[in-house]
């Protein structure tokens, strides 16, 4: 490996750590919003059916509010106030999240691009030791293009002299018609190759963002702003 392949190794290897801090984050302001959710409507649950059998209660006794009753009346009032507290702090849990799915997007986004340019580096390395080793193939093709320029007195006829140029054009369209289909057909094992086995083929997935932060600089700049905003009228 030459040293610009190490050091966008290191890069990738920060940029995917930093990514997922943020993804964990993200993973566990979800996770809190979702419990918390939970817990509301339990607190609901239980106030309404309280309230349910409060009344109940009182239309049996007459109108009359025992003590039995009015410390089930304050119960129900205390599920009931606690459910709508939770409206305040899932609404803090929201913009939390909102923050956290604005980092995973970015440093998600800095991950995929220190993958790719990892990617891309080490492809052309692999390509660069390829051509130390095409010393065959340039011979062949300097035979065949040398064999090519003997021709006989129909085909000097035929080709009004622009035999070189002729024959340049049949031997690279050979080799590269070989080179297409044989590139297209070969499929890359990264089992066998240590980088690519770490790092994979194909571009790190970026999950629990909205797809629009990944694809808009605006939307991810107006996110930030609206945050921004938020957080201030929220002092």
């Given at each position: 490996?030459?040293?610009?392949?190490?050091?966008?190794r290191?890069?990738?290897?920060?940029?995917?750590?930093?990514?997922?801090?943020h993804?964990?984050?993200?993973?566990?302001?979800?996770?809190?919003?979702?419990?918390?959710?939970?817990?509301?409507?339990v607190?609901?649950?239980?106030?309404q059916?309280?309230?349910?059998?409060?009344?109940?209660?009182?239309?049996?006794?007459?109108?009359?509010?025992?003590?039995?009753?009015?410390?089930?009346?304050?119960?129900?009032?205390?599920?009931?106030?606690?459910?709508?507290?939770?409206?305040?702090?899932?609404?803090?849990?929201?913009?939390?999240?909102?923050?956290?799915?604005?980092?995973?997007?970015?440093?998600?986004?800095?991950?995929?691009?220190?993958?790719?340019?990892?990617?891309?580096?080490?492809?052309?390395?692999?390509?660069?030791?390829?051509?130390?080793?095409?010393?065959?193939?340039?011979?062949?093709?300097?035979?065949?293009?040398?064999?090519?320029?003997?021709?006989?007195?129909?085909?000097?006829?035929?080709?009004?002299?622009?035999?070189?140029?002729?024959?340049?054009k049949?031997?690279?369209?050979?080799?590269?018609?070989?080179?297409?289909?044989?590139?297209?057909?070969?499929?890359?094992?990264?089992?066998?190759?240590?980088?690519?086995?770490?790092?994979?083929?194909?571009?790190?997935?970026?999950?629990?963002?909205?797809?629009?932060?990944?694809?808009?600089p605006?939307?991810?700049?107006?996110?930030?702003?609206?945050?921004?905003?938020?957080?201030?009228?929220?002092?």
């Amino acid at each position: 490996m030459n040293e610009r392949i190490t050091t966008q190794r290191k890069q990738f290897e920060t940029a995917k750590a930093n990514y997922q801090a943020h993804a964990t984050a993200l993973q566990n302001v979800s996770n809190a919003i979702e419990k918390a959710q939970q817990q509301q409507r339990v607190e609901q649950e239980k106030s309404q059916l309280l309230e349910n059998e409060w009344r109940h209660r009182f239309r049996n006794s007459g109108g009359q509010m025992t003590d039995d009753l009015k410390t089930m009346h304050l119960q129900q009032i205390s599920h009931k106030e606690l459910a709508k507290e939770y409206d305040g702090l899932i609404a803090a849990l929201e913009l939390d999240k909102a923050q956290c799915e604005l980092a995973a997007a970015s440093s998600g986004l800095a991950y995929q691009d220190a993958h790719r340019s990892l990617l891309r580096s080490y492809a052309g390395y692999e390509l660069e030791k390829a051509f130390a080793n095409i010393q065959p193939l340039f011979r062949a093709m300097a035979l065949r293009l040398h064999a090519l320029s003997l021709k006989s007195h129909d085909e000097q006829v035929d080709d009004h002299g622009n035999f070189n140029a002729t024959d340049h054009k049949i031997v690279s369209q050979e080799v590269l018609q070989k080179l297409i289909t044989g590139m297209t057909n070969y499929s890359v094992n990264k089992e066998q190759e240590p980088l690519l086995k770490e790092i994979g083929l194909y571009s790190p997935e970026i999950s629990g963002v909205n797809p629009e932060l990944l694809i808009s600089p605006i939307k991810r700049m107006q996110r930030g702003q609206m945050l921004k905003e938020q957080r201030e009228n929220a002092k």
